[in-house]
């Protein structure tokens, strides 16, 4: 998924759908191609913030509860690229502050299951939720 990130913020970069003024502010960009670099490396800490908790939780639960995370999380995929992203005439373009948001939302809902595993809580219905 990182590997196609630099094309995609090129791409994105190029039609971002910007925030709200006070997350534009939140950057402290000038311009909108600051915001573009600004969102663009708050997403790539999301993402690896997300990737960090994926794989630790994927640590602590057996074959069949990865088996139906794994599912959840292309699913979410799916939902986050179906609401961050867009094509029109103009071609492909992401709206990097809605990617930052799903991105750290999802982070938030893996660190919550992991602590339900940990807990011995763990329940395969809930790591199949894209929320």
């Not at 997350?23 to 690896?48: P, R, T």
Request: aromatic share 6%.
């Amino acid at each position: 998924m990182r590997g196609h990130l630099p094309v995609a913020v090129l791409v994105a970069g190029l039609a971002l759908h910007l925030g709200s003024g006070a997350a534009q502010a939140d950057c402290g960009a000038k311009n909108e191609f600051e915001d573009v670099y600004c969102y663009a490396k708050q997403y790539i800490a999301s993402d690896d913030a997300l990737n960090a908790a994926y794989k630790t939780l994927t640590g602590k639960v057996d074959a069949d509860a990865k088996a139906v995370l794994k599912k959840g999380q292309l699913a979410w995929i799916k939902k986050r690229n179906a609401e961050c992203g867009s094509t029109d005439s103009d071609g492909y373009s992401v709206d990097l502050s809605c990617a930052v948001d799903f991105t750290d939302t999802r982070t938030k809902f893996l660190q919550d299951r992991q602590a339900e595993c940990e807990a011995g809580q763990c329940d395969l219905t809930k790591l199949a939720e894209v929320e």
